[in-house]
C-alpha cells in the first residue's frame, strides 16, 4: 500500500467515524432519558422514573387564550393551540415531546374529549408520559375549555 492510498484509507475512516458519531449525537438528543414504568397499561399505570443529573422543565397551565385576551370558541382548535404551546415551550428548552413526564390536562366538558385526542395524536403521538386529566366546573376565563400543564425532563 503506498502513502497515498494509506492516507486516503485513514482519511476515509475518520470520515465515516465523524459521521457515525454525528448520527449516535442526533439520537441521543432525541432518545428519551427518562424511564417509563409500565408503558403498556393505561395512563393510571404508568410511572417515568427521572434520572439523577437530569434538567427538569415546569411547564405551567396552557391555554389557548392569545396576547390580546382572545380565545377560540371550539374545543378542537383550543386543544392543538395548547398542545402547540406546550411542544414551542419544550423546544425552547432543547427538549422535545419524548422528554415529558407527567401531563395535567383539565377540561370544562368531557364531550371534547375526541378534541384532546385529536391534538395529542398530532403533537404528541407515541405519548408515554405520566398523566391526570381532570374535569372541572370552570378554568380562569369563561371561554377557556381546556387547559395543559406538563413536566419535563432530560439528562444531560
Do not use: C
Not at 385576551?69 to 392543538?80: F, H, I, L, V
Amino acid at each position: 500500500m503506498t502513502l497515498r492510498n494509506a492516507t486516503r484509507l485513514l482519511a476515509t475512516l475518520f470520515l465515516w467515524l465523524t459521521a457515525a458519531g454525528s448520527a449516535a449525537a442526533q439520537n441521543a438528543e432525541n432518545t428519551p432519558t427518562n424511564i417509563v414504568r409500565n408503558p403498556t397499561g393505561g395512563y393510571t399505570q404508568r410511572s417515568v422514573e427521572i434520572p439523577p443529573g437530569s434538567r427538569i422543565l415546569f411547564i405551567s397551565g396552557q391555554t389557548a387564550t392569545d396576547a390580546d385576551g382572545n380565545t377560540p370558541p371550539d374545543a378542537e382548535t383550543q386543544a392543538d393551540i395548547v398542545y402547540a404551546k406546550v411542544g414551542q415551550t419544550l423546544q425552547d428548552a432543547g427538549m422535545n415531546w419524548s422528554d415529558v413526564v407527567k401531563t395535567n390536562l383539565y377540561m370544562v366538558n368531557p364531550s371534547d374529549i375526541g378534541a384532546i385526542i385529536k391534538a395529542g395524536a398530532k403533537h404528541n403521538p407515541g405519548g408515554k408520559q405520566a398523566g391526570t386529566l381532570v374535569y372541572v366546573k370552570a378554568l380562569a376565563y369563561p371561554d377557556v375549555l381546556i387547559e395543559l400543564e406538563a413536566v419535563a425532563a432530560k439528562k444531560e
